[in-house]
């Protein structure tokens, strides 16, 4: 499946960015789909991911403040962010895979399919 991240850009600490990930080319509704995030220098992190009935995890540090959800019928997954943090500043990357399990939603090495990242820059 090929995919597309949006939606980032420039907001300050508090604010509030929904990034979305739209896919194409296949049964999109067979896909789980997850998040990550990678910093200048740093290795890339799991944020969020969704499997392919609904079920949702979190990084630790994102919960209460990101909210993962997916439209089947719109082959598309978003990322509504909340109360942004100077520290949640990266490249966000969207992710499927359809061998994706409970125990590795978490894992980059679940998934097949990458997107090109969007930029999140949040300003102190």
């Known amino acids: 499946v090929q995919l597309q991240a949006s939606g980032g850009g420039l907001v300050q600490a508090g604010g509030s960015l929904r990034l979305s990930c739209a896919a194409s080319g296949r049964t999109f509704s067979r896909y789980a789909v997850a998040w990550f995030r990678q910093a200048p220098g740093m290795e890339r992190t799991f944020v969020a991911g969704i499997n392919r009935s609904g079920g949702r995890i979190y990084q630790d540090s994102v919960k209460g403040r990101f909210t993962v959800s997916r439209d089947n019928a719109g082959s598309t997954v978003y990322l509504q962010m909340n109360s942004l943090r100077p520290e949640d500043t990266a490249v966000y990357y969207c992710?499927?895979?359809?061998?994706?399990?409970?125990?590795?939603?978490?894992?980059?090495?679940?998934?097949?399919?990458w997107g090109l990242g969007t930029q999140v820059t949040v300003s102190s």
């Open positions: 992710a499927a895979g359809t061998s994706v399990i409970s125990s590795n939603l978490a894992s980059p090495i679940a998934y097949a399919d």
